[in-house]
């Protein structure tokens, strides 16, 4: 008896010890996330192996969504260190990362990136609004006063001075941050602000803030299934080469992969503007969003090289106005912000936004 008593208090205290130690067994960083944030990260991880000698960071693309459901699955050696993201944690995602045991995250906010509409460097120019956009490619619209399933197959159909084309534009899947930001930024923005006048007698109908947020969530989010909008998964390479190979096709990605291809791609103007560096960091560019990556602060102890690696990222080397991620377009944050993040960063502090 004294002997499996013995042989179950081992047990149990490597059990306690396995606990304790989430992610000893690992030699290397593991990051998932944003096929949009994946550059900057890979940029860092080369310079990180380089400075200290260590194993460079296993990266893996798999969209935010996707980042964070893999990040939020638990503690310990399987699951990912950071997951990369080009929207902002969500509460639902919060909440199942606590439900997880994963409690004590840090959020950093690394800059911002540009969402780039872009087509072949030899396509014909073109200029278009939000609700354009809106109207070729929600899976409804707006049609003599109803709600219906999206009719427009040319650009020439939702405006005359359009070009005559079908419209054809490659977009990432719904796992990624990337179709997140582009609905909240471009959908979401024509229904709430009322930009088209069924939208703007809703807005008028509904009073209630509450109810209105509901509908337009509700029936403004959705892209369209019927051939005109097409997934192209999570690498953004592969909606370059769909352009460069089709000069009347649209893209949609970071600012970064067009500030990389801009020997084969030019951006479709929104509204008059361009996106840049200048244009995204001013406001001038609609549409534009922040990026982060999010720590597991649990496996800081336990992973070589973790604590480094986020150093790296948010040194002055990296993020700063004369960065490495500046040259491969990373839009900086302002000083004093920058700061901030580095800090917060560092020293693991907690993120606060969904306990307040």
């Not at 439900?99 to 087509?119: F, M, P, Q, R, W």
């Not at 084309?165 to 024509?190: C, M, N, W």
């Not at 990222?313 to 993040?341: H, I, N, Q």
Request: glycine share 8%; net charge positive; with cysteine.
């Amino acid at each position: 008896m004294k002997r499996i008593a013995t042989a179950t208090l081992i047990v149990a205290t490597g059990a306690a010890i396995a606990t304790a130690t989430p992610a000893l067994a690992r030699d290397h960083l593991k990051i998932v996330g944003s096929s949009t944030v994946y550059p900057f990260a890979q940029a860092v991880a080369e310079e990180f192996a380089q400075k200290t000698g260590k194993k460079p960071p296993v990266l893996e693309s798999t969209g935010s969504g996707g980042g964070m459901k893999l990040f939020c699955a638990g503690i310990g050696e399987k699951h990912p260190d950071i997951t990369n993201a080009s929207r902002a944690m969500k509460k639902s995602e919060w909440e199942r990362c606590q439900k997880n045991g994963v409690k004590n995250i840090t959020e950093v906010k690394v800059g911002y990136d540009g969402l780039s509409v872009a087509h072949s460097r030899k396509a014909v120019e073109l200029d278009l609004t939000k609700q354009q956009l809106y109207l070729a490619l929600a899976k409804e619209v707006p049609v003599n006063g109803k709600l219906v399933p999206n009719p427009y197959k040319t650009w020439k159909q939702i405006d005359p001075k359009l070009p005559d084309q079908p419209i054809r534009v490659y977009g990432p899947p719904p796992t990624s941050g990337t179709r997140d930001a582009f609905v909240e930024l471009v959908f979401h923005k024509v229904c709430k602000k009322g930009m088209l006048p069924f939208w703007k007698a809703k807005k008028e109908e509904v009073k209630d803030k509450k109810a209105f947020k509901k509908l337009y969530k509700e029936r403004c989010s959705a892209m369209r299934t019927d051939g005109p909008f097409i997934e192209a998964g999570e690498n953004d390479n592969v909606i370059v080469q769909k352009l460069t190979a089709d000069e009347q096709a649209l893209g949609i990605f970071g600012y970064s992969f067009l500030y990389e291809n801009e020997d084969k791609l030019k951006p479709v103007l929104i509204s008059g503007v361009a996106p840049s560096l200048e244009t995204i960091a001013s406001g001038k560019y609609g549409i534009s969003r922040p990026l982060f990556f999010y720590v597991k602060n649990a496996h800081r102890k336990f992973v070589p090289g973790m604590n480094e690696y986020i150093a790296e990222f948010v040194s002055e080397d990296a993020f700063g106005p004369d960065g490495y991620l500046a040259e491969r377009g990373l839009v900086v944050l302002p000083d004093a912000e920058r700061e901030k993040v580095r800090k917060a960063a560092i020293n693991a502090e907690p993120m606060k936004r969904f306990t307040n």
